[in-house]
């Protein structure tokens, strides 16, 4: 393991919840093995084909919160019981695959075919399992993931019916808050089940407040990312990237690589972007602030630094552009002119 302590100082328990993983590959059907290492050890690399590479391609300072957050809370919240830190880890492994298959189904991610949906409802009840080990059945506990079974409805209700025509900013909470619900669907259960475990409700407040503000700032990085093959899905994927370029090319260009790449040499956008994915994250990590806790002070301050330094280098890029740019049109204007220009570039 490469990276800040707040990695490296639960890498054993991360082993675990691999060693977890693996370990019940041997038990599924070899018709459905193909799809099920698709997942642990491509599409959300749990199981990485190669640690040490996999350790230098992978920035930690961009952040990984999980199942990392799981360590990171139960440290703030006080819980010792590693084998029920562990598990709620594991727990939480488990809801991001079940999430991101559901996710591909819904997308029409490669092929349809019953594996897929086996999968899907496998690591949900396992998901489930580790919940009803740990609650009984009047615990408040099951209040909250009712909770995160609703936002999870909300988003795929909102998902299916945003009409990507609206002019709504795609940069402000009002559109953020909707396109984000699955992360905080995801992660929410776990860090409550932490909370509610050693007896700590200002921690319920606070893992909701931080969920809601950090998964804001997620959504507009995974935007960023996935952008080129958002291009390619029914109203966009509700991509905040793509959309903000539809607003101000208007019916003036098409929609395409070209004019969205174009977006990435414009100030505005640039500032508007980052700007957005900063001033949710400073809000995350003054939630966070609250438990004092140096994993989560740590974590959201390499978050912070990681999207300060890709703005400014994405500021520098586009500076440099724009100035060979016009240094070139200058040039052709000069030479294709019989007149003398004065061009105030």
């Known amino acids: 393991m490469y990276g800040s302590f707040i990695y490296n100082d639960f ?21 459905i093995k193909p799809l099920l290492n698709h997942y642990i ?9 190669n640690e040490k590479t996999y350790a230098r391609t992978f920035d930690y300072e961009l952040g990984r919160p999980v199942p990392y957050a799981t360590f990171w809370f139960a440290h703030a919240f006080g ?36 594996e897929r949906t086996q999968l899907l409802h496998y690591y949900n009840n396992k998901y489930l399992e580790i919940f009803n080990d740990l609650f009984p059945p009047e615990s408040p506990f099951w209040f909250h993931l009712s909770k995160g079974i609703l936002e999870t409805s909300r988003y795929e209700h909102w998902n299916l019916f945003f009409d990507s025509n609206l002019n ?32 700590n409700a200002e921690g319920i407040e606070v893992v909701y407040k931080f969920l809601q503000n950090f998964s804001m700032g997620w959504r507009i990085y ?9 291009l390619t899905k029914a109203q966009l994927n509700h991509n905040s990237i793509l959309l903000y370029t539809k607003q101000k090319i208007q019916e003036f260009t098409e929609l395409n690589e070209n004019s969205v790449g174009l977006m ?17 994250f ?10 004092n806790n140096k994993y989560l002070d740590k974590f959201m301050e390499e978050q912070i630094s990681f999207h300060t330094k890709r703005r400014d280098i994405i500021y520098q890029k586009a500076d440099e552009l724009n100035s060979r740019f016009f240094e070139q049109l200058k040039n052709i204007l000069t030479k294709n002119s019989n007149v003398s220009l004065e061009l105030d570039l």
Do not use: H
Request: proline share 6%; net charge negative.
């Open 168 to 199: 709504v900013n795609p940069f402000s909470e009002q559109f953020l808050s909707e396109s984000s619900r699955y992360f905080t669907a995801v992660v929410m259960p776990t860090l409550v089940a932490l909370a509610i475990l050693t007896e």
């Open 264 to 280: 990435f040499v414009d100030r505005d956008f640039i500032s508007d972007s980052y700007g957005a994915i900063l001033g949710f």
């Open 282 to 291: 400073e809000k995350a990590q003054k939630d966070v602030s609250k438990l």
């Open 222 to 230: 995974d935007d960023l990312c996935d952008w080129r093959k958002d």
């Open 79 to 114: 819980l010792k019981d590693k084998t029920v830190i562990r598990r709620l880890g594991l727990g939480l492994i488990y809801s991001s695959l079940s999430t991101t298959i559901r996710d591909d189904i819904i997308d029409g991610e490669g092929p349809p075919n019953p």
């Open 11 to 31: 890498k054993e328990d991360l082993y675990w919840i691999r060693d977890q993983i693996q370990g019940e590959v041997p038990f599924f059907p070899d018709s």
């Open 41 to 49: 050890k491509k599409r959300l690399i749990i199981i990485p084909s």
